[in-house]
């Protein structure tokens, strides 16, 4: 599941008809046993239902997200140990999951972000704390103009947020979400050299 799945769960038109339905079930069954055919009594015990099922609606999500991320982050520490690459490039779901790892410190060397969806994803979570970039790291972040699942500006304040120690690149391209477009191989590579130079850069510091 990505972060495009994550989204559909909250905003899929099912979902806002089952909790529509629900609404009006739950209205109806504590109107019943009550013995009250109070419309304004029907209306308010309904939203009353609908507080509740949204509230359980975001626990669920918020679950699901938490376990998925506790997947991917066992399984790129395997991944990490078994393969022990020169470069790390995370996009989307991934881009986030390589920011969780450059925070706990399982990762430390050239790194290329392609449109990280880490705010989604904490805002998904139910968390507040958002995520920065720290250390002595060399950090290529890389989105499309045209981006509509994840907002440009979260790079830019990604970038932003930077401690003095971690040298950044930030690339703005003609693209959408995945930058099946200007993703050209030359294109990847001159990433990876940038994110590679970036962290020489900041190790020498």
């Given at each position: 599941?990505?972060?495009?799945?994550?989204?559909?769960?909250?905003?899929?038109?099912?979902?806002?008809?089952?909790?529509?339905?629900a609404?009006?079930?739950?209205?109806?069954?504590?109107?019943?046993?009550?013995?009250?055919?109070?419309?304004?009594?029907?209306?308010?015990?309904?939203?009353?239902?609908?507080f509740?099922?949204?509230?359980?609606?975001?626990?669920?999500?918020?679950?699901?997200?938490?376990?998925?991320?506790?997947?991917?982050?066992?399984?790129?520490?395997?991944?990490?140990?078994?393969f022990?690459?020169?470069?790390?490039?995370?996009?989307?779901?991934?881009?986030?999951?390589?920011?969780?790892?450059?925070?706990?410190?399982?990762?430390?060397?050239?790194?290329?972000?392609?449109?990280?969806?880490?705010?989604?994803?904490?805002?998904?979570?139910?968390?507040?704390?958002?995520l920065?970039?720290?250390?002595?790291?060399?950090?290529?972040?890389?989105?499309?103009?045209?981006?509509?699942?994840v907002?440009?500006?979260?790079?830019?304040?990604?970038?932003?947020?930077?401690?003095?120690?971690?040298?950044?690149?930030?690339?703005?391209?003609?693209?959408?979400?995945?930058?099946?477009?200007?993703?050209?191989?030359?294109?990847?590579?001159?990433?990876?050299?940038?994110?590679?130079?970036n962290?020489?850069?900041?190790?020498?510091?």
């Open positions: 599941m990505n972060i495009k799945a994550i989204r559909r769960i909250q905003t899929s038109k099912p979902m806002q008809l089952l909790l529509l339905a609404t009006i079930a739950v209205g109806g069954v504590v109107g019943t046993y009550l013995k009250t055919e109070s419309p304004l009594f029907t209306a308010i015990a309904g939203l009353v239902g609908l509740g099922l949204r509230t359980l609606h975001k626990r669920v999500t918020s679950t699901i997200v938490k376990t998925m991320l506790a997947n991917s982050l066992k399984a790129q520490k395997v991944a990490l140990t078994t022990k690459p020169d470069v790390v490039v995370g996009s989307s779901w991934g881009g986030g999951v390589v920011l969780h790892l450059l925070d706990q410190g399982l990762w430390n060397g050239p790194t290329v972000l392609v449109a990280p969806a880490h705010r989604l994803m904490a805002r998904r979570m139910g968390e507040q704390r958002q920065r970039l720290i250390g002595r790291n060399g950090v290529v972040v890389v989105h499309g103009t045209h981006d509509a699942t907002p440009i500006q979260h790079s830019k304040d990604l970038i932003s947020s930077a401690d003095g120690d971690v040298a950044t690149t930030f690339i703005e391209v003609d693209d959408q979400h995945p930058v099946n477009v200007s993703g050209t191989p030359q294109a990847w590579a001159d990433w990876i050299e940038t994110a590679v130079g962290h020489e850069e900041a190790t020498a510091k």
